[in-house]
């Protein structure tokens, strides 16, 4: 039975109201299309719940700012916040979130990948609900490639994509042969460096978590990334982020980005309203590798968590229930087509034969469950991450490291500079933790 009709078939049913007093909840989130979409929906939870939803929806580095502020003063300003895989193990060891060991049993926590339900939890406690899960792909314009007589390789390799890219880059017509990030964030221009590093064989520390930015490896990955980059990518990627680049490739300005499996399902969808330019001609490929046994995927998932200090914990839960349950897939479906279901969290969606159909379906699965997070590198590292390290000191440290990166691909100075300073400031950060 398709999630269309089971959908239609619950739609007959009276909406009941929650037993739980009728609270007003606020809800932190960050910018993107899925969970814009969310909003447009939430009248379906609050027609079946009594509940009223006030949404503060930010950009991606602002909204982590204002959240780990907020958690960690117990600021209180919000009910439910959408965090991480990063923050929410952490997180949840500090006793800074509420525990979600009593969802109600049509959740079907079981139903969760068990690589997204693990990265969402700490010794063996679910923290955070999985709103949509991710790695990363390369999406690229069909005809642009056949235009430039090149076939997309099963795997392709960097060395492929930059000769690629220069090929499809036509300058007079606004056509950039690549995009990709370069915007300061560790969560940014951040993670692609870091999975383009894993895949040249670069790492942010050695096992005595000594940096390793004045490494063979991490010249050669951030050299290789600016000099393909000025070739081929847009003016200004230094200051692009994951959004910016997604609104790039829906007008038909990219020939090429390496991102996130989940805007796969936002550039498909496109092609039924007729939103995008480049509708009907777009593939998908794995995210690329140079032949070291490591490609530049990652293994991410936005989720919602209550913060400990929540006074409307009940509430804040059958949010949470809705929102990231079969409930909500049924109706995202039901208005907006099945390749528009938040994808990666459930194992049930990829078992729904309509699903199946979906074009980049199995590529993202396949993607999130070839994700290693305890082997993210070509050598042994003594943190567990792809696009990041699992410890409380990386996100400022990998923040300072991102501005340096980006300052670089700005031409404001040279590689061997970035390279540089982030060598420095990682190993004062991580001497003042106690780390060395």
Known sequence: ????????????????????????????????????????????????????????????????????????????????????????????????????????????????????????????????????????????????????????????????????????????????????????????????????????????????????????????????????????????YATNGFNENLSLFRQGKCGMWMDATVAAGWLAEDGKGGASEVAGNIGWAVAPNTGKGKNAGWLWAWALAIPAGSQKVDAAKEFMSWATGPDYMRLVAFENGHASIPPGTRQSLYDNEIYQDVPFAQATLDAILAADPLNPTVDPVPYVGIQFAAIPEFAGIATEVSQEFAAAYAGQQTVDEALAKAQALTNDAMEAAGYR
């Open 1 to 236: 039975m398709s999630f269309k009709t089971v959908l239609g078939a619950a739609s007959a049913v009276a909406i009941m109201a929650s037993a739980v007093a009728a609270e007003t909840i606020t809800i932190a989130t960050v910018n993107n299309d899925d969970m814009i979409k969310m909003q447009g929906l939430t009248s379906d939870f609050e027609a079946r719940t009594g509940h009223k939803v006030e949404w503060v929806t930010l950009e991606e580095n602002v909204l982590r700012q204002r959240v780990t502020t907020d958690i960690t003063t117990k600021g209180g300003a919000f009910d439910v916040m959408m965090i991480g895989m990063y923050e929410t193990p952490i997180w949840g060891k500090n006793g800074w979130l509420v525990p979600l060991d009593d969802m109600p049993a049509h959740y079907d926590v079981e139903d969760i990948l068990p690589a997204v339900r693990g990265g969402l939890s700490y010794d063996g406690t679910l923290y955070a609900a999985p709103f949509y899960a991710e790695s990363s792909m390369v999406h690229y314009r069909t005809d642009l490639m056949e235009k430039a007589g090149l076939t997309m390789p099963a795997e392709p390799t960097w060395a492929f994509i930059r000769e690629a890219a220069a090929a499809m880059t036509d300058r007079d017509n606004d056509i950039n042969g690549i995009c990709m990030r370069g915007k300061a964030g560790w969560g940014e221009g951040g993670a692609i460096a870091t999975v383009l590093g894993n895949s040249f064989g670069a790492r942010w520390f050695d096992e005595d978590w000594n940096a390793q930015f004045d490494s063979p490896e991490w010249k050669e990955a951030l050299t290789f990334y600016t000099e393909m980059m000025a070739e081929s990518g847009p003016a200004g």
